[in-house]
Structures are given as structure tokens and as C-alpha cells.
């Protein structure tokens, strides 16, 4: 999100690893947009399982709760 609330999709080049901002217009699928704000939680980058212990290696108890 920029300043204001607006929304933007950064896009990174697979090439050279550039990174780009492109605002949201108002004719994109608001559905899509929703699908691309949410894959980080559907998939983030590490498995969840050891959520547990990278909290305990951070200084927290560990613990889900």
C-alpha cells in the first residue's frame, strides 16, 4: 500500500531482479488483486512447522498460542 491507502503490485524481473511498482487501476479484478495480496499467507518463505522454533531462536518461549 502507498501513502493514502492506494494500492500498488510490486513486480520483481526473474532477468535481473529489478524491482518495479505499478499502481492499481480501477477496471482490475478485484478478486485477483485479493488472490495476489494473500499468497504470501498461503505460502509463505519457510515451512510453517518450524514457526516454534524460529520463535525460540528470536528470544520468544516457542509456543503457539
Known amino acids: 500500500m502507498r ?3 492506494e494500492w500498488a503490485i510490486i513486480h520483481r524481473c ?3 531482479g529489478k524491482l518495479s511498482s505499478n499502481r492499481v487501476a480501477a ?3 478485484p478478486m485477483k488483486l485479493m ?3 494473500m499468497k504470501p499467507l498461503c505460502a509463505p518463505p ?3 512447522d518450524y514457526i516454534e522454533e524460529m520463535t525460540a ?3 520468544g518461549d516457542g509456543r503457539m498460542r
Open 35 to 37: 488472490s495476489i495480496a
Open 46 to 48: 519457510f515451512p510453517l
Open 57 to 59: 531462536l528470536m528470544g
Open 3 to 5: 501513502k493514502g491507502g
Open 14 to 16: 526473474k532477468r535481473c
Open 27 to 29: 477496471d482490475d479484478n
